[in-house]
Each structure stands twice: as structure tokens, then as C-alpha cells.
């Protein structure tokens, strides 16, 4: 069945010495597709530069539900980043999330509102230049879609990462409080444009990111840390 979709890669692994495996997020959910001779010399009708770390695109493929590999007839950018390519922050920001949602990111079927929100934050990312805190709302904000984002609780004293819950009681030994719960409580509600208000140092942003990695490891069966993370706190320094 061919079908044309809009389309936000997760990853692309090259696979033998002319072969390229992309993983992306789709309008009709996770779709996986072999490109095949696109490292060949002589020219071809696809260019790798297509599948960069969320990179958004307009895919015409040939879908056969039997089957994990799909075939691209055609691509095309849909959405091109202006600022994106010649930041090394945006950049490092994109690789690492990449990572992040090609772990998180399993389910097969269409969730237009997921789709929606990736494709408006990644050009959110792309036309503001205080970008800084970007990752870490953006990780909030992604828990609402993944099912398991918290209920806010302005007055307790505790966050139980293990029960997703504000509590004024230890439940386990994977709770936060005190200044840390502050920041973490001031993500929640918090849209793109007010988070440069959000005002953290340098070890208050990695702390809080490794509490929100944390938050998905142990609500995702199967969820990895991604191996970009030190790459992103190093771009920070």
C-alpha cells in the first residue's frame, strides 16, 4: 500500500557498506525503512542528508503489514531548520533527544497529538535563540503523551519517581525534594516560550536532566540511557 505521510526521524544506521536502516516517527506511528545504495558514489535519488537526527520529511512509501522494513518511493524535507544546522547546541540537543524518543517510541499506531507536539517543538527549537532549558521541558511535556506525567501538588514535600507522585511521605527510595523539587515542580505547565525564566546554573540543569532520565528509565520497560547524554552536558560547560 502506498501511503504519503509526514515523517520525524529517530535514527538512521547504516547497514552493510551501501545500505541505511532510518527508524521514524510517523503520522501513522513508528515506521521503520531500508534505503538501499545510498552510499554508492554516483548519484542517487536519495541523499543521506535527508536523515539526520530529527530531520522533518514528507515520505512516500510502500507499506506491507507483513513485514518490519518498509520502502521509501519518495522523500522530501517538509520542514527545513534554518538555525539548527550551524548550532552545536541545537544540534547536540537534537542528537540526544533522537535518542530518547527512538527508545521511548515504540508503539505502531497513529497518536496524531505526539506527532503534533514533536513537529511544533522541534521548530520551536529551530526559530528561538534562548534554548537552553529547551530538553528539559521538552521531556516534561512528553510524559503527557507517554502516560505517565504528574499531577501537580504545589504544597507536598516529596516527588516518588517510582509512583509518579507528589507525597508528604518517602515511598521509595526514588523521591526528590528540596530545591530539586522546586525546578522539577516548575517545569510542569510550562511552555517553550516562559522557560528561559527558569533560571539554573549548570549543575542545577544536569542534576535536574538526570532526575527526569531517571523519571523515564523507571516508567519505560526497556528505556536506555542515551550514550549522547554526556555530550550534552559537556556542550554546556
Known amino acids: 500500500m502506498l501511503i504519503t505521510s509526514k515523517a520525524i526521524v529517530l535514527s538512521a544506521i547504516k547497514y552493510g557498506d551501501y545500505d541505511l536502516i532510518v527508524k521514524c516517527y510517523t503520522e501513522q506511528g513508528v515506521r521503520s525503512y531500508l534505503i ?61 533527544l533522537s535518542e530518547v524518543l527512538s527508545s521511548a517510541l515504540k508503539e505502531e499506531e497513529k497518536n496524531i497529538g505526539l506527532f503534533s507536539y514533536l513537529e511544533t517543538a522541534f521548530l520551536w527549537l529551530d526559530t528561538h535563540t534562548e534554548t537552553s532549558n529547551f530538553h528539559l521541558g521538552f521531556l516534561m511535556g512528553l510524559t503527557k503523551y507517554l502516560g505517565f506525567y504528574p ?4 504544597e507536598l514535600l516529596y516527588f516518588d519517581l517510582l509512583e509518579g507522585k507528589f507525597t508528604d511521605h518517602i515511598l521509595s527510595k526514588h523521591y526528590i525534594s528540596g530545591q530539586n523539587l522546586i525546578y522539577f515542580k516548575a517545569l510542569l505547565g510550562t511552555n517553550f516560550d516562559v522557560l528561559n525564566g527558569l533560571k539554573l546554573n549548570k549543575k542545577s540543569r544536569h542534576t535536574l536532566l538526570e532526575i527526569l532520565i531517571q523519571y523515564f528509565e523507571l516508567h519505560l520497560p526497556g528505556f536506555r540511557k542515551p550514550r549522547s547524554l554526556e555530550v550534552l552536558k559537556m556542550v554546556f560547560n
Do not use: C, W
Open 36 to 96: 538501499k545504495r545510498i552510499f554508492k558514489q554516483t548519484k542517487g535519488k536519495f541523499s543521506p542528508a535527508f536523515f539526520q537526527p530529527l530531520t522533518q520529511l514528507e515520505i512516500t512509501a510502500n507499506y506491507n503489514n507483513n513485514k518490519s522494513l518498509h520502502f521509501i518511493n519518495d522523500v522530501k524535507i517538509e520542514i527545513p531548520y534554518t538555525t539548527i544546522p550551524s548550532d552545536i547546541i541545537k544540534q547536540t540537543m537534537l542528537v540526544f
Open 151 to 154: 499531577e501537580k501538588r504545589e
